[in-house]
Each structure stands twice: as C-alpha cells, then as structure tokens.
C-alpha cells in the first residue's frame, strides 16, 4: 500500500514566531482529531527547520521538510543549503522542481535530476514536482509534457530509489490562482504519471509511489480531489498556513 501524505508546502512566509505558532496548532490538531494512516509533512523555510522539528518532536505521523536543496556536495556556494546540511538535521524530505523554483530561479530537468541524486545519496526522500503551464493545456500537449518533466529526472534512477520519491503534480495554472483542476483533470494526469513510470519499471513499483496533487487545494474541495484512485494526497500551499484549514484538509484523506 502506498503512503498517503499530505504535505503542507509553506513557501516564503511566516516569521518565526508565526512557523512556531502554526506547526504547534497542527500538531494539537492532528493528535486529536486525525485517525487515519496519513502522513502530515511541513514544508517550512530553512530557518525554522530546527525549530519546527523540535516541536513536533518524535510524531511518528508528522514530518518536516525542506523546500528545496543544491546540487553540490558541499563548497563555495554562498547562501545555498546541501542536502548533507539536512541529513545532518535528520530531515527526511526535500520538495524539488517546485514550479516557482523552475520559473524564477530557471531550474530544468537536468539540474533537477542532479539534485535528486544528491537528496537520495544522502537519504533524503525528494518531493519532486511536474506540471504544465496554462499556455501548455490550451495546447493540449500537458501529458506529453509532464511525462518528459518525470523521465527527465527520474528515469535514470533504479527502481529501489524511485521508490523513494514522492511525485507531486502541480499543473502551475492552478498553483496561487484558486483554480483548481476538476477532480477528473487531477486523476487523469495522475493515472498517466502512474502509467508512464509502469511503462518503464513495471506495475507493481508504480503502483507505489505516491503521487500528490498540488494547486489550490483546499477544505472545500481537498474531500472530492483525494477520492481519485490515482490521488494519494495534496501538496498543499496557501491553505497550509491556517491551521484549521489544513488540519480540515489532513482529514479529508
Ligand atoms: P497553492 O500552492 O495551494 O497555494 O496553490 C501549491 C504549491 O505551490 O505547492
């Protein structure tokens, strides 16, 4: 059986007070009120990465993550943070080719791919995020699309480590716009992400890797979203900084 997880992804916000404060509110929550076989993951900022694993502390439910990591081993890379740096923290995921990542800081495949290697080498489990652009869709090319951002940095992987990975799909038109994709739009583009990674390692390893759907997710429509067969949870952005909102989403799984 595959995991389902639901990943709060908390980008560029909060102060630290303000990480404290929402990771504690969830985390009461969570305890009380989810009983299912879900895991939680917050996506926080590098500063509060420390802080916010202290607090949830050893949860065996919830998980912190960081939102991104360097190609590079180790060295001169001013303000870059290694996956080396978060394995030494004991964080057990890194979300990676997130949209704005691709988008504003020009991150491609083969750059992607290289960080997935470091992640896995040092045992981090990458988030890793495909998605197509608004422009893509009207065209009608998103699946050709989406497949090529998959085989692109995860293709060369062993099935042992793809295993490890976690697929987020993120069609980036939905991502901030509260458009969300139809519940029929999400499991289709998961089903031919399943499909694509049997095609090359077979079925039964497809058939676990969780894969997360992304953009506008929220309490209202997280229930009709995560019912998908192909759905195994949300990577969840705007509506992870309220903790109520995303407890309500937790419990939507
Ligand atoms: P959103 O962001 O939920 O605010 O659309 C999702 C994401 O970017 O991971």
Known sequence: MRKKIVAGNWKMNKTLQ????????VLAMVNDEVKGDVKVIFCTPFPYLQSVKTIV???NRISVAAQNCSEHESG????ETSAAMLKSMDIPYVILGHSERRQ????????????????LKN?????????????????????QLVKQQVEESLFHLSADDLKKVV?????????????????QQAQEMHAVIRKHIAGK?????????????????????????????????GLVGGASLKSREFTEIVKSI
Not at 76 to 79: E, I, K, L, Q, V
Not at 129 to 140: A, D, F, P, T, Y
């Open 167 to 183: 697929v987020a799909y993120e069609p980036v038109w939905a991502i901030g716009t509260g458009k969300t994709a139809t519940a």
């Open 201 to 233: 390692y077979g079925q039964p390893t497809a058939d676990e890797i969780t894969i997360l759907y992304g953009g506008s997710v929220n309490a209202a429509n997280a229930k009709e979203l995560f019912a998908n067969p192909d759905v195994d949870g």
């Open 18 to 25: 303000e990480a404290n404060t929402l990771a504690s509110e």
């Open 123 to 143: 045992g981090l489990a990458p988030i890793f995020c495909c998605g197509e652009v608004l422009e893509i869709r009207e065209k009608g090319t998103h699946e």
């Open 76 to 79: 001169a890379y001013t303000g």
């Open 57 to 59: 502390g050893n949860n």
């Open 104 to 119: 504003y800081f020009g991150e491609d495949g083969k750059l992607l791919a290289k960080k997935v290697d470091v992640a």
